[in-house]
Every structure is written in C-alpha cells, then in structure tokens.
C-alpha cells in the first residue's frame, strides 16, 4: 500500500512520474479517499476502488488528491478487472451529472456529490477549477454556487 499524508508536492509528483511509467494502481476502496486527474481539457475524478494509471492516463497533467490518498498495486487480474470497472463507474457518474441543461445545476450538483462522499470541509478544500474542468463550467460559476451555499446555510 503507498498511502500519502504529508509533504503534499512530493506526493503529486511520486503520483505523477508512476502515471507516466505506465503503472497500474487502485484507489483504496476502503478508505474515503481520490484523485482528480488534469487532463488537457478536462478533468477526471477517480475515487475508492477506482484503476488509474496504464494506458488510461498517459495524458495526465497534473493529478490532485482528494482526502488521505492511499493508493494500492492490483495483484490480481479480478483487482485490476474490478479496477476498471469501478474507474467506469465514476467516469458515468461525472458524465451523468454534466448532462445537467445549466451550468449552475451542474455546479450544484458536483459540490453535493463530493460533500456526500467525503465532507464539507474536504469539498471546501477543492479549487473551483477542478470541480469546473470535472463537469464542464467555468470556475467562476463553481465560485457563485458556493457563496449561495454558505449565504443561504
């Protein structure tokens, strides 16, 4: 298991030079952790049980973890089918929610989404560019939909 609590840049980037190298690693399924992969137009988030890495991020440009990232090497070939199907999975659920006909829906719905899987102050941690490039809006529209949260809270 490589779990990661400190030193968040020498994270990102023992991260990154393992995508690049084309290994194959899971998201711990057990814990409540992720990573936010930058991609050159958009971004993927990749939660518990979730593969990354291999051929599916060779674009990444920068990754972002979420909560205490511990990330597994699948031993198995049922770890790594399981892998990708659960990398699937969240793939469609970002995809679901940017079918949504407004950006500020969209927005709205990302915030609550990662609020329920980890928490508000994990959520509160997270830049608006990332939840932007996740369900295609602008930062700026991330940004309104928190104020009126915290306004109406």
């Known amino acids: 298991m490589l779990e990661y609590s400190h030193k968040p840049k020498q994270q990102i980037a023992n991260i990154l030079t393992q995508l690049r190298e084309k290994q194959l ?46 990330l597994l090497i699948p031993t198995t070939s049922q770890e790594r089918i399981n ?39 994990t959520t509160h941690q997270l830049p608006d560019e990332a939840f932007s490039l996740l369900v295609g809006v602008l930062p700026q529209t991330i940004n309104a939909v928190r104020h009126d949260i915290e306004w109406v809270s």
């Open 25 to 70: 690693l899971i998201i711990n399924p057990k814990r409540k952790n992720g990573l936010i992969l930058y991609k050159p137009y958009h971004a993927e988030f990749a939660g518990p049980g979730a593969a990354i890495g291999a051929k599916f991020d060779e674009d990444v440009l920068h990754v972002l973890p979420v909560g205490i990232l511990s």
């Open 83 to 121: 892998g990708y199907k659960l990398r699937r999975q969240w793939v469609k659920l970002a995809q679901q929610i940017s079918t949504h006909s407004t950006p500020q829906k969209r927005a709205q719905t990302i915030l609550n989404q990662f609020e329920h899987w980890f928490d508000a102050e």
